[in-house]
């Protein structure tokens, strides 16, 4: 089984920054890609960043140039550093980390973290 904890949420006034974190615990396989989404209320949950296992990385257009996502493979945590936050970037959070076995990709997602941005 694959447990995922996430930190690092609140509330932030605009143009601030915030640091999510997200690691992973227990056995099913090798870690593959790790990634954030986010689900603003009313909104389908959407992609905000992924990152390989190489460090390839993608960003939606919407957070690109203020969202930088990264990885520590030994800590298997998954973080994503938030930077000139907008009022429009207030969601809950999602890390999503998909986990290999035996050829078969299998998505895992963590319980979620409010991030406010609001004066």
């Known amino acids: 089984q694959v447990q995922l904890v996430?930190?690092?949420?609140?509330?932030?006034?605009?143009g601030g920054s915030l640091r999510l974190s997200c690691s992973a615990s227990g056995s099913g396989?090798?870690?593959g890609v790790m990634g954030w989404h986010r689900q603003a209320p009313g909104k389908q949950r959407e992609l905000v960043a992924t990152i390989t296992g190489?460090?390839?990385?993608?960003y939606a257009d919407s957070v690109k140039g203020?969202?930088?996502i990264s990885r520590d493979n030994t800590k298997?945590?998954?973080y994503l550093q938030m930077n000139s936050l907008k009022p429009e970037d207030t969601a809950i959070y999602y890390c999503k980390v998909d986990m290999v076995a035996y050829g078969i990709v299998y998505n895992h997602w963590g319980q979620g973290t409010q991030v406010t941005v609001s004066s």
Request: glycine share 26%; net charge positive.
């Open 66 to 68: 203020r969202f930088t």
């Open 6 to 14: 996430e930190s690092g949420g609140g509330l932030v006034q605009p």
């Open 29 to 31: 396989g090798s870690i």
């Open 76 to 78: 298997k945590t998954v």
């Open 54 to 58: 190489g460090g390839s990385t993608n």
